[in-house]
């Protein structure tokens, strides 16, 4: 590639290069003899290679190319020793000189990025601001930017009046890529060792590169520019994006600095006011300085979390929090907070009065600022996907950027951040529920499914300990609708409770009614009511709380705890109750287990169900059921039921009567005793909802009945009906006769047959 044009090189670029070696010695040796040496060696120097305009006006500067490494060490030096005495003759020669230099190669390439954004004007026009706010701080002149658009002649401007640029500094700024003035301005002021009350530290600029999204949008870019220093000269920039740019001076120019940018054809929304202000607000309206656009301020709204807690009012929270989140309701909760470790940010987060679960939420995140500009209106990951129900806004000076500052380059300042966001929240939904039970219960109410879906994907780093606090459960201990938690449940647990007992079902009613709740129950055992399909899941995941484990009451065995006091209802121990004994139990078990065959991994006999013949249990089940609901539901493995895999416990209340009854049935009747114990086993499967499908039980039910009242199922249904043309005739005396009033008297209980 050509060095000068930066097109692919052709034999009169080559011929070029070599002439220009032999050039630049012929120049060192006149310039050692002669003045008027240099004057020849610049007319021999105007010799250019193709792409490159020869009659431009090309001044000593301009004779400064940038070689690439292949050229003659003796031309670079030629052309550094020709530049620098063109310098001092420029700023010998004072006013009046139009100087028009090259942008370094790095900054020719900038230009034809497409990712600048022209809106980084006024963050540039910030950076000036700030400096001059230490600079100037003793002359009470108000601080601000100005913005003009002009649609007649197409036109945007933008101006500050902060401390403004001399010749060199405008010609280094403006001219190199990556060369941050709020960079130098504050490296000096630590040099020095001044602090400049702490303003330094608000200055926005990083990279010295916003200026150049000008020419994104324009055809020709004019600054004018005077530097705060007594008796500084005025300059005037010039360039039209194309590789080169001009300085002159400009007594016109006032203290600070101004850009005017003429638009291209195809850019003139720029040139309207109200595309203009709607760029200000969105990425500068929270910018310290007062912004004018055509005279009037936009940026009216104040950086609340910048704002101590204490002094900001309800009233301010409903409008900043209508303003970040675009709604018209208000705030339930307002969160605030800062934190200087292990990162600086600062944060104003609300949690909306209303918020509809039910058809799901979109991951928006939060509007992410560094030192007040808008860095993303959206920063999804910030905050975890479960606290997407959150809004506001969070401010951190430790995010490093990229050139557009829409792109974040750091992960692990990132993950810092949404790792201190994230607990902060927990912690402050902690001390809401606290204060305010009830209105937190109205919250989890419509926002409980973000909480569950947090102990599901807390991070490894989330404690899920922290979230679960954050549940809440209907309790056996408390009366209807009164909801309790985790923390409270650990501390009334009886004295040698292992677990943690929860039982997940449709309603109070149901969960009451259950035979699982009745034998936790007996033993004295608080138990967690929940009415939501998904803690199946959620309890499952969560496992451990506190030290405590998290037991479904269906995987309750007796033999599971010891030591908990007895309920005074609990009569499933009398002396004068009948029950089989242990011989009798164990019989009847390894025919119950024999007959189920693979179905059950066992069969015990238990005392703890008062009310129920038999339950099925499993440490697996709650997690089982809620697959099954979800996402396996009816669904067969080969010739395998579901129901099946689980593989549960049968236990069996050797006091029921239907287990005396079976126990005698089974060594008299062994098919009935059969028929009888495949649905009582069924029946425990719907109870602990995981039948594969009760429908087909429907068979099995119609035998039973069939059994009960001693009809043949064998033997066709038309032999028993008299044939469809034979005739009885049947009078009314006959009738009469046939049917007879039964009293009660006539009732006799023992005879063995209906009255």
Not at 211 to 219: A, I
Request: glycine share 6%.
């Amino acid at each position: 590639w050509c060095s000068f044009c930066e097109k692919p090189k052709k034999f009169f670029c080559r011929i070029w290069d070599i002439m220009s070696s032999f050039k630049a010695a012929a120049l060192l040796a006149a310039r050692q003899s002669s003045r008027s040496g240099v004057a020849v060696s610049r007319r021999c120097l105007s010799v250019r290679p193709h792409g490159f305009n020869a009659g431009s006006t090309i001044t000593a500067r301009s004779a400064r190319p940038q070689f690439s490494r292949s050229l003659y060490t003796t031309s670079v030096l030629a052309q550094q020793h020709d530049a620098s005495t063109a310098e001092d003759a420029a700023a010998e020669s004072g006013a009046g000189s139009v100087e028009r230099l090259q942008f370094q190669a790095e900054t020719r390439q900038l230009l034809s990025l497409e990712k600048l954004r022209h809106n980084r004007l006024t963050d540039t026009a910030g950076d000036g601001s700030a400096s001059s706010a230490v600079a100037t701080a003793d002359q009470g002149e108000e601080l601000c930017i100005r913005i003009t658009v002009n649609e007649k002649d197409n036109t945007f401007t933008v101006q500050d009046n902060g401390i403004g640029m001399l010749r060199q500094e405008l010609i280094d700024n403006l001219g190199t890529i990556a060369r941050s003035g709020s960079q130098a301005f504050l490296k000096d002021l630590q040099e020095k060792g001044e602090s400049g009350a702490g303003a330094a530290q608000s200055i926005i600029g990083q990279f010295g590169v916003g200026f150049y999204s000008t020419f994104m949008v324009g055809d020709l870019v004019t600054v004018y520019t005077r530097s705060y220093k007594p008796g500084s000269t005025g300059y005037r920039w010039i360039s039209d994006g194309s590789g080169t740019f001009e300085v002159s001076t400009d007594e016109t120019a006032t203290v600070g600095s101004k850009i005017v940018v003429s638009l291209k054809s195809d850019e003139t929304k720029f040139s309207t006011e109200k595309a203009v202000q709607d760029i200000v607000t969105k990425y500068s309206n929270f910018v310290s300085y007062p912004i004018y656009i055509n005279g009037e301020q936009i940026n009216k709204v104040q950086p609340l979390w910048m704002t101590e807690g204490k002094k900001i009012t309800e009233e301010e929270h409903k409008e900043f929090y209508q303003f970040v989140a675009q709604r018209s309701d208000e705030p339930r909760y307002s969160l605030h907070f800062s934190a200087d470790a292990p990162i600086m940010v600062r944060s104003l987060l609300y949690v909306p009065e209303s918020v509809n679960a039910m058809f799901g939420i979109q991951h928006e995140g939060l509007a992410l600022y560094n030192r007040r500009v808008l860095i993303q209106d959206k920063a999804r990951d910030v905050i975890p996907e479960w606290l997407r129900f959150v809004k506001g806004v969070v401010d951190c000076e430790d995010i490093p950027l990229n050139l557009s500052r829409e792109l974040l380059q750091d992960n692990a300042i990132i993950k810092k951040v949404r790792s201190t966001l994230t607990s902060r929240i927990v912690r402050s939904l902690q001390r809401e529920a606290k204060k305010d039970p009830e209105k937190y219960d109205q919250f989890f109410e419509q926002c409980g499914m973000f909480i569950r879906e947090g102990i599901i994907s807390a991070d490894p780093g989330e404690t899920k300990d922290e979230i679960a606090r954050l549940m809440r459960f209907e309790s056996s201990d408390k009366a209807e609708e009164q909801t309790t938690n985790l923390d409270e449940y650990v501390e009334r647990m009886q004295e040698g409770q292992k677990d943690i007992y929860y039982l997940c079902t449709t309603s109070r009613k149901m969960a009451e009614s259950s035979p699982y709740y009745l034998q936790l129950r007996n033993k004295g055992y608080e138990v967690l009511f929940s009415f939501d399909n998904a803690d199946d899941t959620i309890l499952s995941a969560l496992e451990n709380f506190k030290g405590k484990k998290l037991a479904s009451a269906e995987s309750f065995s007796d033999a599971s705890e010891s030591g908990a006091k007895k309920s005074e209802d609990d009569s499933s121990s009398s002396s004068e109750e009948l029950r089989l004994t242990k011989d009798q139990s164990d019989k009847l078990c390894k025919f119950m287990k024999d007959t189920l065959t693979n179905k059950v991994e066992d069969v015990k006999a238990t005392g703890t169900m008062a009310e129920f013949p038999a339950v099925v249990t499993s440490a697996n089940i709650s997690a089982f059921r809620s697959m099954k609901r979800n996402f396996l539901a009816n669904q067969k493995f080969g010739n395998i039921p579901l129901s099946e895999l689980l593989r549960p416990t049968l236990q069996v209340n050797p006091s029921h009567p239907i287990i005396l009854k079976l126990n005698v049935t089974y060594q008299v009747d062994r098919p009935l005793a059969e028929l009888a114990l495949k649905q009582l086993f069924d029946n425990a499967l719907i109870a602990a909802g995981v039948h594969d499908d009760p429908r087909t039980m429907l068979t099995q039910l119609n035998d039973l009945v069939a059994k009960a009242i001693g009809a043949d199922l064998s033997s066709p249904a038309s032999s028993s009906m008299p044939p469809a043309d034979s005739t009885t005739d049947i009078d009314d005396t006959t009738t009469a006769e046939m049917i007879e009033e039964v009293t009660p008297d006539d009732v006799t209980p023992d005879s063995g047959k209906p009255q």
